[in-house]
């Protein structure tokens, strides 16, 4: 009876996506994996397959401190796009100042941790009071764009921390012939 079990449920995980069989608190899929920090819960999100989008998806969603002053959020999104890592962000761009009209970005390229070329954005959107901070990483993977970004009100996420935060993370080219 115990190997039926056992046989049924890896039959089973074989037809989950990738990103469902990680644990809760981290995501993984065929191109990228990412953890976040210990204080950050993760919030239900659908699973979808990573690869094929018709919008720009959240894929995975975490929070801090929810309903407080100083609270922040991760959150993971993708879209097909096959361009280069400049392209993207070229659109990512065009897309937050389409949004809304008080937006700032500052922008430097650079690479996540295992090397994938990444651009690093600092976004303000708004002002006063309702002024909101935006750090995130942006990178293409050959088949899809993907956004690993932390917010938060303006106080709640300074850069050095939004770069702890984000920085357990790998990516590398999407292997689209491998599934």
């Not at 293409?140 to 939004?162: F, I, M």
């Amino acid at each position: 009876m115990n190997r039926l079990a056992v046989l049924v449920l890896a039959a089973f995980a074989l037809l989950l996506p990738a990103a469902v069989l990680a644990a809760a608190q981290q995501y993984n899929d065929p191109a990228m994996s990412f953890t976040p920090p210990a204080d950050y819960v993760p919030l239900p999100v659908p699973s979808h397959d990573p690869a094929n989008f018709d919008d720009p998806t959240v894929m995975a969603a975490y929070v801090r401190n929810p309903g407080k002053q100083n609270a922040s959020q991760i959150t993971l999104r993708m879209e097909n796009f096959q361009g280069d890592v400049n392209g993207y962000e070229m659109t990512v761009e065009n897309t937050m100042r389409n949004q809304s009209g008080d937006v700032f970005i500052k922008k430097t390229a650079t690479q996540l941790a295992n090397g994938m070329p990444a651009i690093w954005q600092e976004i303000t959107i708004g002002s006063g009071f309702e002024q909101v901070k935006v750090f995130q990483y942006v990178w293409a993977d050959g088949v899809r764009g993907v956004q690993l970004a932390v917010t938060g009100r303006n106080g709640a996420v300074d850069e050095p921390e939004a770069k702890r935060v984000l920085a357990n993370v790998s990516a590398v080219a999407y292997p689209k012939y491998r599934y």
